[in-house]
Nanobody, 111 residues
């Protein structure tokens, strides 16, 4: 199982980014997926989850209304659309599939 995140970068407050996580080595469409982040000096925090079919999503209160999780089972990829970014959204963002982690992608929100 391999998960590869991409799409991070430097963005100003109020800006947007879309993260991608492409997976290899298992039947992507059979499993739910989740996004987490780890801010400097803090524990890893769960952000969002999507079921295997993409029909059900949940969000942490910290990102609800600003972030949107989605998936494309034909591309074995899960996305995280992040809008209205805040300084406190800075961190390394990880995707997770049944306990497996990617390497993470850095998001820095700064003016």
């Amino acid at each position: 199982v391999q998960l590869v995140e991409s799409g991070g970068g430097l963005v100003q407050p109020g800006g947007s980014l879309r993260l991608s996580c492409t997976t290899f080595g298992y039947t992507f469409s059979s499993y739910g997926m989740a996004w987490y982040r780890q801010a400097p000096g803090k524990e890893r925090e769960w952000l969002s989850r999507i079921n295997s079919a993409g029909t059900s999503t949940t969000y942490a209160d910290s990102v609800k209304g600003r972030f949107t999780i989605s998936r494309d089972n034909g591309k074995n990829t899960v996305y995280l659309q992040m809008n209205s970014l805040k300084l406190e959204d800075t961190g390394v963002y990880y995707c997770n599939a049944f306990g497996n982690w990617g390497q993470g992608t850095q998001v820095t929100v700064s003016s």
